[in-house]
Each structure stands twice: as C-alpha cells, then as structure tokens.
C-alpha cells in the first residue's frame, strides 16, 4: 500500500513492512528517491520472508512472522542541501531485533547524494577536529552511559594505531542551526554493537560546526554558523 503520505506498508502471514517517508511533496525528488529504495527492499524481503516462512512450516516449526519498520526525517535543511537520518528496525527471529540507523545528505532539488567527505577539503575527510570531537563526545557519552570510558573493555583511543572510536562505522548527518538558513554542527550515530554491547543500546552525540568549519570547502563554508539549539532532536 502507498499512503497519501508517500509511506509504504505492506503485510502477509510472513512478514509485517512499513516505511515511513519525510513529509514533502509527493513528486519530490528525495521521496521519489528514498520510495524506490524502499520498494526494493521490501521486494527483497518478501521473498526472504516467506521462503523462512514456508521452511518453518515444512519443519513443523512454530510459524514465525518478520517485520521491519522504517522512518526516514529531516534533520537539516540550508542552501538548497538537505540532510536526513533514517531509522531501520527488524525482526527475523533471535532473541531480540536490531536496529540500524542510516543517514544521507543530498541536494533539495534534484535529490543528488553530497556526502561529508565531498564537503570536506580533500585531505580532511574526516578532519582531525572531527575525528578528536567525536572521540571526546564518545568518551563523555560512555561516562554518562556505563561510567567507563572504554570500547568493549578497552580504553577510547582517539588516534594512532590503536584508535577505537571506529568512525567508518558511524551514520553522520547536518545538524540544525540558531542561525537562519545554516547548519550549525553536526550529528552522530552509532549503533548497538558497534561500540558496545547491545545492553548499552545506540550512541548519538553532537558536535558543534565551529569545530570544523575551517576544514569545510570555500562552497560549503558559508553554509554553516551558529550553534545546534539545545532543543534540536537527532
């Protein structure tokens, strides 16, 4: 089913689906974009779905229902660059489900992807400032959440070769700003597993633009000012 509000769902005995879009126009590039990946995927899904599905029951298993649920948001919007985070949770047996979080940064009007690393000097990507405020968020972040300022029991080493912080790893997106038509930082995600245990749950931290916008390129500089407003949600 395609809802007026661009959302798609779908559900059978084997599977239960739903994508949730940003609100926009129905013809707008970026949800035109992120529908036909979604379809995809749900295509995907279906055929793995009823496959474990038709295999339980041969096996005289306990029938079994996946689901997955997705929601794509805004979290940015300035001189015609958009940013957005979406969210990826499934359930296909186990003890528990796991969610994933994924994010994209592209151009308003033609839905375009623009990367951070495309935004970022060439010899920056990621710059030092981000890689050393990344790792001192994460730091801080672990305090507040275990009181240990470790990676699975290791110690958080922000560089050299036994650097942990596994920002590769990392789903980033552009932050809003107090100023007007700005992006004032920018936002990290980690997963559960990627640098803790799943107990620990997901990481989020901020970090603010005036860290690294000398590192930005002169086109994308001026984009960004101000501060992230404290009530700004990730």
Known sequence: TLSPDGSISFIDESLTFSAMMPKADADDPIVRKLQAEAQAYLDKKKVEARADFEDRKKQGA???????????KYTAKAGGIASLVGTNYEFTGGAHGMSATDTTIVRADTGEELSLAKMLQPDRSPSPAITIAICEGLKAAKMKAIQSATIFDEPITCAGPKANVKIEDAS????PSTDAD???GLFVYYDPYTVGSYAEGPYTLTIPQAVFSEDMRPQYKSLFGGSIPADAKP
């Open 172 to 175: 980033i997106a552009l932050a």
């Open 62 to 72: 306990v029938e079994m229902s996946w689901e997955v649920q997705q929601e794509w």
């Open 182 to 184: 700005k992006f004032g």
